[in-house]
């Protein structure tokens, strides 16, 4: 499909044909971009960064880069290309072409459904907003921006199916994304991880890695609905969304490798010689991933749901790669629900019907997800001659959410008493000591090439340029 560049919001929705629309996008647009001065990164605004833009759908090549204001980045609209003929997928609407339009007795739930994904892409960025001040590196500067316009461009992509499908309260919803503010006492974020500053670097690693790739798999149950336009939409989205899921990976890749570089050097396996030398040390990094693991996998609500029920009844949200599964209906299956017994101390396993198991389908799909980097990263340590492993905690270990919360497992789903658990828990978190100990590492390098002494450089720089290219001209 031919994009429209000559237009104020590059789109490939023909957004030209529908005057209506696109002045309600016009009016939206500078709001926006108020929003993103005001509460998007901090500092370098006025700087040129390599940033990649998307121009089109088309897989060979879907984006340029290049240098660019960051104000001037151009946000755009665009949906993967319409599958023809496209049928619901699954649910009691199975085999029926998908919805063009929004059916009526759907639409307060799929609005609530895109405006808690909107939500969640500015919260984002409200939160990293200060990060540059500390940034390790020009490289990883400039992937914290890239991921920061992306979330941009993820919330243009929900606040054009508000206008385009959801009329006066979809409008109203665009401005609300706007209004609400991450940490805002007053107005915060819908979710409630998403109004906790991200000040430290390793959480905006762990951030990408372990809440990036949550955002990953609730756009694979929305690429399913059978919304079309919500479908394509989120099809689009999870193209950009892997390089965030990329920071986060080779982010805490490098971390490890500085951290097993340090022990060689020193000779030592003693963290807190590491942290002399000014690496972090593995015990800290495996905190983070307990701390970050168990936040994100909040995200997917309760193990039980039937809010889940509904929405895979009613055709609104699937199963990540709902093709995979052979029984799209769901009508009859059960799943094997572990959960906690009534006194903590144990666990027992209850068959649910599988439609209110949504939730607990999905997470257990990201969870394996999430195994696939913390076994590149034992590899690297393994090859340093290292005798540590880096662990996904257990899905018992500090829930809030779900048939877990209230109960007290730890890392290894073993339960615990409420004094023991008050003993250990800083064992198996960062405590305010680790806190501030990596964030008394968060300096700011600039110089192109250079990294802090945290971090190991990565093996190639972005898009084919050197590890000292000048990713952000300062
Ligand atoms: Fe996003
Ligand atoms: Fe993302």
New binding site residues.
């Given amino acids: 499909m031919a994009i429209d560049y000559a237009e104020k919001i590059p789109n490939n929705v023909h957004l030209a044909d529908d005057r209506k629309l696109q002045r309600a996008l016009e009016h939206w647009q500078p709001h926006f971009l108020d929003w993103w001065k005001d509460l998007g990164p901090e500092g370098f605004q006025e700087r040129d960064v390599y940033l990649r833009t998307a121009t089109s759908v088309d897989a060979k090549g879907w984006a340029t880069y290049g240098h660019v204001k960051m104000p001037d980045y151009r946000w755009g609209i665009f949906l993967a290309d319409p599958t023809p003929d496209r049928r619901i997928g699954f649910g009691d609407h199975m085999g029926e072409p998908a919805w063009q339009e929004v059916p009526g007795e759907h639409r307060a739930t799929l609005r609530r459904l895109i405006v808690t994904?909107g939500d969640?892409?500015p919260a984002?960025v409200e939160q990293q907003r200060r990060l540059g001040q500390s940034c390790p590196s020009l490289y990883d500067l400039r992937n914290l921006f890239q991921?920061n316009v992306?979330?941009g461009?993820?919330?243009w992509a929900m606040v054009y199916l508000l206008h385009a499908h959801f009329g006066r309260d979809g409008r109203e919803e665009a401005e609300e994304l706007l209004a609400r503010h991450s940490g805002d006492v007053n107005n915060p974020r819908i979710l409630g991880t998403f109004n906790e500053p991200i000040d430290d670097w390793l959480s905006f690693f762990c951030f990408t890695y372990f809440t990036?790739r949550d955002?990953k798999y609730q756009?694979l149950s929305l690429a399913e609905s059978g919304f079309d336009p919500l479908s394509r939409t989120c099809r689009f989205?999870l193209t950009?969304?892997a390089h965030?899921m990329f920071v986060g990976e080779t982010g805490l890749g490098r971390v490890v490798q500085r951290a097993c570089e340090v022990m060689n050097e020193l000779g030592t396996d003693d963290p807190l010689k590491v942290r002399a030398a000014g690496a972090i040390d593995l015990p800290t990094i495996q905190k983070y991933v307990n701390f970050w693991f168990s936040s994100a996998i909040d995200l997917f609500g309760a193990e039980s749901s039937s809010n889940a029920a509904n929405y895979f009844a009613a055709g609104l949200k699937g199963r990540p790669d709902e093709e995979s599964f052979e029984d799209h209906l769901c009508t009859d299956a059960t799943f094997a629900l572990e959960q906690p017994r009534e006194d903590g101390l144990g666990v027992l396993t209850e068959e649910i019907p599988m439609r209110n198991a949504m939730n607990a389908v999905t997470r257990n799909a990201y969870i394996k997800d999430c195994g696939i980097g913390v076994v590149r990263w034992n590899r690297a340590i393994r090859k340093a001659g290292i005798d540590f492993e880096i662990k996904l905690p257990s899905e018992r270990f500090r829930r809030n959410i779900g048939v877990w919360a209230g109960f007290h497992f730890d890392p290894d789903g073993k339960p615990h008493s409420q004094t023991e658990w008050d003993e250990k828990l800083y064992d198996w978190v960062p405590s305010h000591e680790d806190r501030e100990f990596v964030k008394s590492l968060m300096v700011q390098v600039v110089e192109p090439g250079k990294m802090a002494g945290w971090i190991a450089p990565p093996p190639r720089g972005i898009n084919n340029q050197p590890v000292d290219y000048d990713y952000v001209r300062l």
């Fill in positions: 994904q969640t892409e984002s991921v992306e979330e461009r993820h919330l990036d955002g756009l989205m950009e969304e965030h």
